[in-house]
């Protein structure tokens, strides 16, 4: 038997409820089984035809930018959204997002490093996007200056030369949140190691320089790490890179083989 | 090795394990994206959704919400993809009259009667709408691609409120068996 709800149906579908609507339809939905016969027929149905779509290629880069922007959404909390802002051009709007989802995507664990010398071929393209990321997000730290004091983000990015005739590359970012920090590191061309060779990262600090994770390289000379400064933050003024004899040194010991200023 | 099924997926996803979302994410990501560019026909709008879509997923709020009840969970997938995209055409096209005189986009929501003209490479989806009568094509166009409602589609085709639902069922149901035809399936009719 039909009654009044079951002409929500079509409405139900394509969201074009009210949310105390959309509750009693899905309330009603439990009870009527010709409703959730209908919808099944016709979800199916609509489903269906997207199988018969022409696939594309989604973009290079796509599922990063996409798990960075969820996670940013989360970390925010917040309906402002990033893309509405009108002033941006979508690219600084992609560079959040890129810079976002590299970041989740380490701390996910699931990017080895092959996929990481993946990420170092499309370095040129990084660096104007991590370029980007700044100016967006100092955009949008003034947006937000007034409204939201508690939550005083700031990212620093930073591209490495090489400190001699080498062809090394790569970029740093560094996340700077309450009493923490993230720095991501990523390289590439960089020359084989040794035994216990390490490539170990440092931030400066007035010149001193304080150890910020190593990492090693693969058989293309790429690596990468991300590193988390707990309850630190400091005015950095340099990041760079050095090849160490070993893991864990408090001190630079072997040749610097390329740095960086915070920009 | 068993792979988690899709129910398996969004029950972690809903505990915030961020492996099964990415996990999720590898197997719908082809589909969605070719789906949401077949409704948006842009390629930056198609980008956007995906990301409504997960960040959805993610918040576990609202529309977002899956539930047994309501379905197949990659029918209910795609339905949220489509809405998406509806919703995102909808914001281009009010955005873009506010911004810039921008005509070269979006001009028309992605409709079915514009795109069976334009000679970008047809689809299966395509043939088989086309093969549709009129007035079934109306219906998939505005029921569908451009996500009208109940009323409005019973404003625009200029038939009672009440017999909405079963032409847009049957309409559906002709474009299921075109798209079966089209893909030379026998359903054993």
Redesign the interface.
């Known amino acids: 038997m039909e009654n009044k709800t079951c002409h929500h149906l079509i409405d139900y579908i394509n969201d074009r409820l009210t949310e105390e609507e959309k509750q009693a339809f899905e309330q009603h939905l439990q009870e009527c089984e010709t409703c959730r016969e209908e919808l099944q027929e016709i979800e199916d149905a609509a489903g269906d035809t997207a199988f018969h779509v022409k696939q594309v290629d989604p973009p290079d880069g796509l599922k990063g930018r996409v798990l960075g922007h969820v996670l940013e959404e989360d970390q925010q909390e917040e309906p402002a959204r990033v893309t509405a802002k009108k002033t941006w051009s979508g690219t600084k709007t992609a560079g959040v997002a890129l810079a976002a989802g590299l970041l989740l995507s380490l701390g996910m664990n699931i990017y080895t490093t092959s996929q990481l010398q993946n990420l170092s071929s499309e370095n040129q393209e990084l660096e104007q996007e991590l370029s980007d990321t700044r100016t967006a997000l100092s955009d949008l730290q003034d947006e937000e200056s007034g409204t939201s004091p508690g939550t005083q983000d700031s990212i620093q990015t930073a591209t490495f030369l090489p400190s001699d005739e080498g062809q090394s590359g790569g970029t740093a970012a560094l996340v700077e949140q309450n009493e923490s920090a993230e720095l991501l590191v990523q390289a590439q061309n960089l020359e084989a190691l040794t035994n216990e060779e390490v490539y170990q990262v440092w931030l400066f600090e007035d010149g001193t320089p304080v150890p910020a994770g190593s990492f090693t390289t693969n058989e293309a000379g790429a690596g990468g790490v991300l590193y988390k400064l707990e309850n630190r933050q400091g005015d950095w003024d340099a990041v760079a890179v050095s090849k160490e004899p070993q893991p864990g040194n408090e001190q630079p010991q072997g040749e610097v083989v390329m740095q960086a200023e915070w920009s | 090795m068993n792979k988690p099924t899709d129910k398996e997926l969004y029950d972690r996803i809903r505990e915030r394990d961020?492996?099964a979302?990415?996990m999720l994410?590898?197997r719908y990501?082809?589909?969605l994206?070719?789906?949401a560019?077949?409704m948006t026909n842009d390629?930056?709008a198609s980008?956007?959704v995906?990301?409504d879509v997960?960040?959805k997923l993610?918040?576990d709020k609202?529309?977002g919400q899956y539930?047994e009840?309501?379905?197949?969970f990659?029918?209910?997938l795609?339905?949220v993809?489509?809405?998406a995209s509806?919703d995102r055409n909808r914001k281009n096209k009010t955005?873009e009259v506010e911004?810039e005189e921008r005509d070269s986009r979006h001009e028309e929501m992605p409709g079915v009667e514009q795109e069976i003209e334009s000679k970008e490479?047809?689809?299966?989806?395509q043939s088989?709408i086309h093969t549709l009568p009129d007035a079934q094509q109306r219906m998939i166009c505005l029921?569908?691609f451009q996500?009208?409602?109940?009323q409005e589609?019973s404003n625009a085709c200029d038939i009672p409120?009440?017999t909405?639902?079963g032409r847009?069922?049957l309409a559906?149901?002709k474009?299921?068996e075109n798209?079966a035809e089209?893909?030379g399936i026998d359903h054993g009719k």
Not at chain 2, 69 to 72: C, F, I, L, V
Request: charged share 35%; aromatic share 16%.
């Open positions: 961020r492996e979302l990415e994410y590898d990501e082809r589909l994206y070719s789906f560019f077949r390629s930056q980008e956007e995906m990301q997960f960040l993610w918040k609202g529309s539930r009840e309501k379905g197949k990659s029918s209910w795609l339905t993809t489509r809405n509806i955005q911004w490479e047809r689809d299966e989806l088989a029921f569908y996500g009208y409602s109940q589609i409120l009440g909405v639902k847009i069922r559906l149901q474009l299921k798209l089209e893909r």
